[in-house]
């Protein structure tokens, strides 16, 4: 019964914050959680059961250096399970330590930034998994995978929208953007929200004629 009812309360904490962060529901659960900035459901229960065993029976001053302990135990333990999951690797590049994500200042999610984020979006890798393209190729570079991170750091037929994320941005400096406070965020946002935008309607586009191509073949053999 336990078991159920943790799981039940993770599967409703995931979707909850797919929402929070407008990501797909194809986010790993832990990636959706460390972007939208939520601790998993269980530790927290585990930090409110332990903080309310307490109360009472300990002093003000003692009370908020326990509360300052499991939240640094909760912090822990996320951390752990963030760098041992598989999944979400290309997240984990970006936002590899918790604490500072989720203390930064200023800067909300979207839904173009988490696409870029977890890699879950309009990109011919992730496309092509689901069975949306018959390549995970990069239809404007050629670039043989088209990820999330080919098309932040590499694909040239991005280079200026991507000349406003700083002189050659790499990972490195994406993630201090990522933690610099409302700026860095926004500058983020925008190139996604251009850059996904054209992805979509050139793959729209690319689709539309693929389709009628084929009626044609069709109608005339």
């Keep these: ?27 790993s659960g832990n990636a959706v959680l460390v972007i939208a900035g939520r601790p998993p459901i269980d530790l927290l229960v585990e930090e409110r059961r332990d903080l309310y065993d307490c109360t009472g029976l300990e002093s003000e001053v003692d009370m908020t250096m326990r509360r300052r302990q499991r939240r640094f135990e909760l912090l822990h333990e996320w951390q752990e399970r963030w760098d041992a999951d598989h999944r979400g690797r290309w997240t984990h590049k970006l936002i590899p330590k918790i604490e500072p994500w989720i203390g930064r200042k200023g800067g909300e999610m979207g839904f173009h930034l988490t696409q870029l984020l977890a890699g879950h979006g309009c990109f011919g890798e992730y496309l092509h998994r689901i069975g949306k393209e018959a390549t995970p190729a990069c239809y404007e570079c050629g670039e043989a995978c088209d990820s999330a991170e080919n098309t932040l750091l590499s694909c040239p037929e991005w ?20 933690l610099g406070g ?33 009626e044609a073949a069709v109608l005339n053999s």
Excluded: C
């Design 1 to 27: 019964k336990k078991k159920w009812d943790r799981l039940s309360l993770a599967r409703a904490q995931r979707w909850s914050a797919l929402r929070v962060a407008s990501a797909y529901s194809t986010v």
């Design 159 to 178: 280079s200026e929208e991507r000349r406003h994320l700083g002189e050659n941005p790499d990972a490195v400096s994406i993630k201090k953007m990522l």
């Design 182 to 214: 409302a700026e860095g965020v926004d500058r983020l946002s925008r190139f996604a929200e251009l850059v996904l935008r054209k992805k979509a309607a050139s793959g729209r586009r690319r689709r539309e004629v693929e389709a009628a191509n084929n």
